[in-house]
Each structure stands twice: as C-alpha cells, then as structure tokens.
C-alpha cells in the first residue's frame, strides 16, 4: 500500500484537497458568496481533480522504468492511470451536467490529454515538466472559482464575486511559483536516475551547485508577491501582516538562504519539505480572511 500512495504522491493530492476545501469553506462560505456547488458537488470536485493529478503522477512514474521495475509492474501502472482517468473525466463529466455547463467537461478531458501528450512525446523538453506540476497545482485551486462561483455570477453580484476569484487566482500563480521551484529542487536529488533514465533537467544543464543559486534567486518571486499583496491589502490590518510576514515571508527567506549553501541530497530533501510547509501554510491562510476582513 505504501508504494501506491508513493507513486500518486499522495501527500500532494492531500495539499490539493485541503486547498479546495479551504476556498470552500474559509473564502466563499463566510462571505455569503452566491456559489453553485454543495458539500457534494464540491466533494466530487476534489474526487475529480485529485483524481486527474493521480493519473498524472502514474504516468509520470510509469516514465522511470528505473523506479517502475523495482516497486511497481508497468501493467498495474498503466492499469491505474486508466482508472484514475475515467474517475477525474467522469466525474468531471457528471458535475459539469449538474451545474448545468456540459461545455466544461471538456476542461477534464484537456487536462488529461494534456499530461498524456507531455509524457509520451513531451518530456524530453527541458523545464516542461517543472512547469506543468506547477499549472496542476494551480488549476487545482482555480477550478473551484469554475465550478462553484462563476456559474453564479449575476449583474448585482459581479463585484463582490471578482473580489474573491481574483484571491483565488493570486493564490493560484503563487502555487504555481512554489510548485515549479519545489520540481527543480527534487530534480535536484535525482540527477543521477535522471541521468541514466536519458532525461534533460536543470540540475544536469546547469549542475547542482548553479541550479541551487538558481532556486535561491527564483525564490525573490513569491518573496516579493506576497510583500506586493500585504502592502495592497492588508497594511491597514497589523495582525494580518505578522501572520504573514510569520507564516510565509520567514520560511521563504530561510529557504532562500539555505538553498545557496546546498549541496547533498539531504539538503534539497529538507529544501522540498520546506516549501510543502509553505503550500499547506499558504492554504491555511485562507481559512483567516473571515477574521481579517469582516
């Protein structure tokens, strides 16, 4: 059991789970948002997504044979990706009818297609593969504002209803950022099955030791989104900003500083765990705004 929860990455599917459920329950509800899904559909939106994310992480996995070979059969692997894809589709497919837009069951069947295309002709392109981890993550987190908020957009309501899906987004670009870098980081303490597997990352272009300065300076963008958005928004709030600044700001800037000295794969393995806890932070954040704003 082990080995399967490790190949789907379980622990990241648990993050994108928590997320939605946080824009759910700590955005949209405390605010009387007008929203379309209930605790069902909600909850078959994150079966759905994490589902697709699932099927991703199989092929993904299915792509080290290095990996592959020892833990898991490429049968059960390929087994599994069609299970996972027919559970995020259809369902996706389902929920789609239920809010009344079929039209958006073709965001599922993308996304999949997508991955699949990446994996089987894609992969060979340097920095693809950090970057789509990332566009998972963030769709993840819009997705919510898809299924549940814009189709209850009205004229009288479209005001308020912006304010919360450009939160979202924001939230959104700021996973991907961290999601992309947490990818060249573990990229980083694979450079060796990465090498043998054929497989162009940073670390093997650039090294270990430049890609390490690399992440460092990579690091000043969310570093700097988040001061942009305390300034904006909540500089009038003190508490709102030592939350902030406690939460996020300080654990970036120690993991800026970390990740110029690393060099060992124990370094990087504490770098990732650093900026998981940054995710789950950052999505707990959410659960704050009915405290700070109203």
Not at 61 to 76: C, F, G, M, P, W
Not at 108 to 129: M, R
Not at 187 to 209: E, F, Q, W, Y
Request: some cysteine.
């Amino acid at each position: 059991m082990q080995a399967y929860l490790k190949l789907i990455k379980f622990d990241n599917l648990i993050l994108i789970a928590l997320a939605q459920l946080f824009i759910k329950y700590g955005l949209f509800e405390p605010f009387d948002i007008d929203v379309t899904l209930n605790a069902f559909g909600i909850s078959l939106l994150i079966i759905s997504t994490i589902s697709l994310v699932a099927a991703a992480n199989v092929m993904l996995y299915i792509q080290d044979k290095e990996q592959s070979e020892t833990i898991v059969s490429e049968k059960v692997l390929n087994r599994l990706f069609i299970v996972f894809n027919v559970i995020g589709v259809g369902i996706g497919f389902y929920l789609s009818n239920i809010i009344g837009i079929p039209k958006l069951a073709a965001l599922f069947i993308v996304v999949s297609g997508i991955f699949y295309i990446y994996t089987t002709y894609l992969k060979e392109i340097l920095v693809l593969k950090n970057i789509i981890i990332g566009i998972l993550m963030a769709l993840g987190l819009i997705a919510v504002t898809i299924f549940d908020l814009l189709p209850a957009i009205t004229e009288q309501n479209r005001a308020s209803q912006k304010v919360i899906f450009l939160i979202v987004v924001d939230y959104s670009i700021f996973a991907f950022i961290i999601v992309t870098i947490r990818e060249i980081v573990k990229d980083c303490m694979h450079v060796d099955r990465d090498h043998n597997a054929g497989l162009p990352t940073i670390p093997i272009s650039l090294g270990k030791d430049r890609t390490a300065k690399l992440i460092g300076g990579l690091t000043i963008l969310p570093i700097g989104m988040i001061i942009y958005y305390v300034y904006t928004y909540l500089f009038n709030n003190s508490t709102a900003v030592i939350i902030v600044l406690g939460l996020l700001v300080a654990p970036l800037l120690y993991f800026m500083f970390k990740s110029w000295g690393a060099e060992s794969n124990k370094d990087f393995k504490t770098l990732s765990l650093l900026l998981k806890i940054v995710l789950f932070l950052a999505s707990l954040s959410l659960l704050l705004y009915q405290f700070i704003l109203k």
